[in-house]
C-alpha cells in the first residue's frame, strides 16, 4: 500500500495543479496560470523516471523555474543570471546536479545578507569537459571549515556533516565521484562575508556512457 502511495500521490499532485492552472487561466488570473506551471513543471522533473542522466539543457530549464519561483519569494532582495555555452546543452549530467548548489547558495549563502543578493550561474564549455558554476555574494565559509572541506574533496572523503551544506551537496559529490571518478573535480572556492564559489569539472557525455 505505501508503494503504491508513494507512486500515486505524487502524480496526483502534479494532477491538481494542472487542474488549479486551467482554473485559474478561465478566470482570466495569468499570473496564477503560470506560476502552477511552473510548479507542476518543477514537480515533474522530479518524480520523473528513466535514466539519471539528463541534458545541461533540461538541467537548465528545471534551474531556471526554480530560480522563478525564489525570485518570487525573496523579490528583489537577489539578482540572479543563468549564461551556458550552446555547445554545453547537449552535455549529459546526473539530475539534480546544479539544484542542490543554487537551494544551498539561497538557503545558507543568501538567505540573511542585508546587501543586495547576486546569484550567478554559468556554464563554460572547455575542449572534453564542461564548468558549472555557481557563485554567491552572500556569507562565505570560515576559513577553518573550508580547508577542512577542501581536505575532504582531495582526498576524496564524502563532504562534511555540517549543516552549511547538507545532504543535498554530500549526495551532488558522490554521485558525481561514482560515475566520473577521477575525471570529475568539485572545487570550492569562498571568502568570509564575501562570496562562495562552487566549480564543478566534469568529462562531456553526449549519450549515455560514452564520453566524446
Same mark, same amino acid.
Given at each position: 500500500?505505501?508503494?503504491?502511495? +508513494?507512486?500515486?500521490?505524487?502524480?496526483?499532485?502534479?494532477?491538481?495543479?494542472? #487542474?488549479?492552472? !486551467?482554473? +485559474?487561466? &478561465? *478566470?482570466?488570473?495569468?499570473?496564477?496560470? *503560470?506560476?502552477?506551471?511552473?510548479?507542476?513543471?518543477?514537480?515533474?522533473?522530479?518524480?520523473? !523516471? =528513466?535514466?539519471?542522466?539528463? &541534458?545541461? =539543457?533540461?538541467?537548465?530549464?528545471?534551474?531556471?523555474?526554480?530560480?522563478?519561483?525564489?525570485?518570487?519569494? %525573496? !523579490?528583489?532582495?537577489?539578482?540572479?543570471?543563468?549564461?551556458?555555452?550552446?555547445?554545453?546543452? =547537449?552535455? #549529459?549530467?546526473?539530475? %539534480?546536479?546544479?539544484?542542490?548548489?543554487?537551494?544551498? +547558495?539561497?538557503? *545558507?549563502?543568501?538567505?540573511?545578507?542585508? +546587501? /543586495?543578493?547576486?546569484?550567478?550561474?554559468?556554464?563554460?564549455?572547455?575542449?572534453?569537459?564542461?564548468?558549472?558554476?555557481?557563485?554567491?555574494?552572500?556569507?562565505?565559509?570560515?576559513?577553518?571549515?573550508?580547508?577542512?572541506?577542501? =581536505?575532504?574533496?582531495?582526498?576524496?572523503?564524502?563532504?562534511?556533516?555540517?549543516?552549511?551544506?547538507?545532504?543535498?551537496?554530500?549526495?551532488?559529490?558522490?554521485?558525481?565521484?561514482?560515475?566520473?571518478?577521477?575525471?570529475?573535480? %568539485?572545487?570550492?572556492? &569562498?571568502?568570509?562575508?564575501?562570496?562562495?564559489?562552487?566549480?564543478?569539472?566534469?568529462? /562531456?557525455?553526449?549519450?549515455?556512457?560514452? *564520453?566524446?
Amino acid at each position: 500500500l505505501k508503494a503504491l502511495q +508513494a507512486q500515486i500521490n505524487p502524480h496526483f499532485l502534479y494532477n491538481i495543479l494542472q #487542474m488549479v492552472g !486551467g482554473i +485559474a487561466l &478561465s *478566470h482570466n488570473v495569468d499570473e496564477i496560470y *503560470h506560476i502552477t506551471n511552473i510548479i507542476a513543471d518543477l514537480f515533474r522533473y522530479s518524480i520523473s !523516471g =528513466g535514466s539519471d542522466l539528463v &541534458s545541461v =539543457g533540461d538541467e537548465v530549464k528545471h534551474i531556471k523555474n526554480y530560480l522563478y519561483i525564489q525570485n518570487l519569494r %525573496f !523579490g528583489d532582495r537577489i539578482e540572479t543570471s543563468v549564461e551556458v555555452d550552446e555547445v554545453a546543452m =547537449g552535455v #549529459m549530467i546526473p539530475k %539534480f546536479t546544479i539544484q542542490p548548489l543554487v537551494e544551498n +547558495a539561497f538557503e *545558507h549563502g543568501l538567505h540573511e545578507t542585508l +546587501a /543586495k543578493g547576486e546569484l550567478k550561474i554559468w556554464i563554460r564549455d572547455e575542449d572534453h569537459q564542461i564548468k558549472i558554476h555557481v557563485r554567491d555574494n552572500g556569507e562565505g565559509i570560515p576559513l577553518d571549515l573550508l580547508e577542512t572541506l577542501k =581536505g575532504n574533496l582531495k582526498n576524496a572523503q564524502p563532504l562534511s556533516d555540517d549543516t552549511k551544506f547538507g545532504i543535498g551537496m554530500k549526495n551532488v559529490d558522490a554521485r558525481l565521484r561514482l560515475l566520473f571518478g577521477e575525471a570529475y573535480d %568539485f572545487e570550492i572556492l &569562498s571568502e568570509e562575508n564575501q562570496y562562495t564559489e562552487i566549480v564543478l569539472t566534469l568529462p /562531456k557525455r553526449k549519450t549515455e556512457g560514452k *564520453h566524446v
